[in-house]
């Protein structure tokens, strides 16, 4: 795993796998940056409350604005798996919770010509209060979370540069409601029939 990520043993299987783990700050460096929301503070003379996250979202695009969405997730459903991954080759991508929920996060590096590193796979549980940064050109997979339906606020440039890049996988990768193991056939095999979409730069086709 090039000391990326965990390996694990499949429960069906001795072959090595990708074994999920939680997600920290330390864990996650490789791939982006993880912050922790703050406390919920009583503002505008007791009728709100704000709970901040410092964020310094980088851009590689002189031309971009920063776009704000709102991202309603839910949990996927017994047995769903990934179909593909994406990444942003010229900004870094945050997730910021709305409400408490448990974030489930699969990510890869990107070789020196942008394809997915498979050697860097590695797959994260979050826990409640936790924000998550991509870096820029970092694999991701569609979030989704453990437990809960739940509310994202995303930050994201955008401009006149390529916005965004997708692999479809071949066979989708086993996700699991809660923490597990994904076995290395799998990664291989979804890894080996992936073909990198580079020109998607329409807004609206986003899965992440």
């Given amino acids: 795993m090039n000391g990326i990520g965990e390996t694990g043993q499949d429960a069906n299987s001795s072959t090595p796998g990708v074994s999920w783990r939680p997600l920290s700050a330390a864990a996650f460096a490789p791939y982006g940056r993880v912050i922790e929301v703050g406390a919920a503070a009583v503002v505008n003379e007791g009728h709100a409350r704000r709970r901040d996250a410092l964020l310094d979202l980088e851009s590689r695009d002189p031309t971009a604005r920063l776009c704000l969405a709102h991202f309603a997730v839910s949990?996927?459903?017994?047995?769903?798996?990934?179909a593909g991954l994406e990444c942003h080759p010229f900004s870094a991508q945050a997730f910021l919770p709305l409400e408490d929920c448990a974030p489930l996060v699969v990510v890869a590096l990107a070789r020196e010509d942008g394809t997915v590193a498979a050697g860097t796979l590695a797959a994260f549980v979050g826990r409640h209060g936790?924000?998550?940064?991509?870096?820029?050109?970092?694999?991701?997979?569609?979030?989704?979370?453990?437990?809960?339906?739940?509310?994202?606020l995303m930050a994201v440039w955008e401009g006149e540069r390529e916005r965004l890049r997708q692999v479809r996988l071949g066979r989708p990768l086993p996700l699991p409601g809660r923490p597990g193991i994904v076995g290395a056939a799998a990664?291989?095999?979804?890894?080996?029939?992936?073909?990198?979409?580079?020109?998607?730069?329409?807004?609206g086709q986003e899965g992440v």
């Fill in 75 to 82: 949990p996927r459903p017994p047995g769903a798996g990934i």
């Fill in 130 to 152: 936790q924000a998550i940064v991509y870096g820029p050109g970092v694999w991701h997979a569609p979030l989704t979370t453990a437990d809960r339906p739940a509310g994202f």
């Fill in 187 to 203: 990664i291989a095999s979804f890894i080996r029939s992936a073909t990198n979409d580079r020109s998607d730069k329409t807004r």
